[in-house]
């Protein structure tokens, strides 16, 4: 019983000191993944619905992990992660609020594509697709520098 106590206490220790040791370079590579995840599963789900693809089984597989990242995108951008190979723009961290009103939109556009491929009403998921674009859109309009 200590054994598997004092285990768990290690393992906590390493959870806590990997999450404190975040550097603003590692913080930026984290929500590049993110980021790029959220545009590889909007190409799958785009590509299945369309019918190019035929891997309908796994449609809401790729929504439900976009949700997932979705619901996540406010959590990106801690203090400090502005320096460095970033295209985040300072501004993110000037006016958080409206910053964090498109993280909020992208993660409900995110989730209302989700609850769409869930009831399988295809005009339903053909109207909840560009309120996601429009979403990751709207948000790199303002906050993401251009190439
Ligand atoms: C709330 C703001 C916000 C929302 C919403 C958002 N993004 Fe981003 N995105 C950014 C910012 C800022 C960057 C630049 C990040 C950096 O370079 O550190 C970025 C970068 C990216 C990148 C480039 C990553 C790389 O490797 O450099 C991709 C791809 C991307 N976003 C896709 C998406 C998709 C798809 C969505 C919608 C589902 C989305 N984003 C929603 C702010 C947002």
């Known amino acids: 019983m200590r054994r598997i106590i004092s285990s768990a206490v290690l393992f906590l220790l390493a959870a806590t000191s990997v999450a404190q040791a975040a550097t603003p370079e590692d913080s930026i590579k984290y929500r590049k993944a993110v980021m790029e995840t959220m545009a590889g599963h909007i190409a799958a789900i785009t590509m299945i619905f369309s019918g190019k693809i035929d891997a309908q089984a796994y449609l809401l597989s790729h929504a439900e992990a976009l949700a997932a990242a979705g619901d996540e995108v406010g959590k990106l951008f801690p203090a400090g992660s502005g320096?460095?190979?970033?295209?985040?723009?300072?501004?993110?961290?000037?006016?958080?609020?409206?910053?964090?009103?498109?993280?909020?939109?992208?993660?409900?556009?995110?989730?209302?594509?989700?609850?769409?491929i869930k009831s399988g009403d295809k005009a339903a998921i053909g109207k909840a697709l560009k309120p996601v674009g429009d979403s990751c859109k709207g948000c790199h309009d303002r906050y993401r520098q251009e190439d």
Do not use: H, S
């Not at 190979?85 to 989730?111: G, N, S, V, Y």
């Open 83 to 116: 320096v460095g190979k970033t295209e985040a723009l300072p501004l993110i961290w000037q006016e958080t609020e409206r910053f964090q009103k498109d993280a909020d939109a992208a993660k409900a556009a995110t989730a209302q594509l989700r609850d769409a």
